[in-house]
């Protein structure tokens, strides 16, 4: 599996092309190409093939709980045969254990889009079908199943993951048991916090690192507040086509 380990873990991608056939990486709309597509080119065998995956990573500052880290994910997937809606059953895993590094999920949507009768038919998830279950002691996962979906359903779904584990990337992968058109992944490090890069694999992957200026609001302890600007390095990885593993 093509991964970035970014110290202990790794993240990925981004690339904004299109292609003969309409794709949208803009969340929640929905192209023509999308609803009629029948078969992916790149891989006339795939029961589905995501449209696209994005990532963005940054860490932010209050004065009472210090440095936390905001990882922000978005995702797209037609599905193309009766095989290929697995897909729209989601288990997102996270860290509920030292209260201090604990994990939350926060802003989940998750929406599926039919075209029926020459109409888009727009499918929200009932919050009545998430469920939050409990994997081990330190870790647990939210699940839920994407309504009305069959072959030819685009299925669409995003949420924030806010993390105290400020010295730990949340993984991320670009390639799985489905093709890949897009995938994308950028992250902000403020200089105060170290990383090694380092890549495996095999895929064509693009990455672009640039200097950005951040501004945190810190406490001095006196009931006046101070901001302070720092360095960041802002990372950009990006895939395209990636094939399923």
């Keep these: 599996m093509k991964k970035i380990t970014i110290a202990l873990f790794f993240f990925f991608c981004l690339f904004t092309e299109l292609y003969a056939q309409e794709y949208s990486l803009k969340y929640g ?6 609803l ?3 078969v992916y080119t790149k891989d006339t065998t795939a029961a589905a093939v995501v449209l696209y995956d994005d990532g963005y990573a940054s860490y932010e500052y209050t004065p009472t709980s210090g440095f936390k880290l905001e990882m922000e994910l978005k995702k797209k997937v037609k599905i193309l045969k009766q095989e290929g809606i697995d897909e729209a059953t989601i288990s997102i895993p996270y860290y509920s254990g030292n ?6 999920i926060s802003g989940l949507d998750a929406v599926s889009y039919n075209m029926e009768d020459g109409k888009v038919v727009k499918t929200k998830l009932d919050k009545k079908y998430l469920f939050d279950e409990e994997i081990s002691n330190n870790y647990r996962q939210m699940k839920f199943s994407i309504p009305n979906v069959k072959a030819g ?8 993951l806010n993390s ?12 799985s048991d489905i093709p890949v058109v897009y995938s994308s992944f950028e992250v902000l490090i403020p200089e105060y916090f170290i990383f090694n ?3 495996k694999g095999y ?3 693009k990455d672009v690192e640039t200097t950005a200026n951040q501004t945190f609001t810190i406490s001095n302890g006196t009931g006046t507040d ?5 360095q960041s390095r802002d990372i950009k990885f990006s895939a395209k086509e990636v094939p399923a593993l």
């Design 36 to 38: 009629t597509m029948k």
């Design 197 to 199: 890069i380092e890549t």
């Design 164 to 175: 105290g584990r400020v010295y730990s990337i949340p993984e991320w992968s670009i390639q």
């Design 29 to 34: 709309k929905i192209t023509n190409d999308e």
């Design 153 to 160: 359903t685009v299925i669409e779904y995003k949420y924030k």
């Design 226 to 230: 101070n901001t302070v600007t720092c």
């Design 203 to 205: 895929e064509n992957i």
């Design 99 to 104: 209260s201090d590094e604990r994990e939350s």
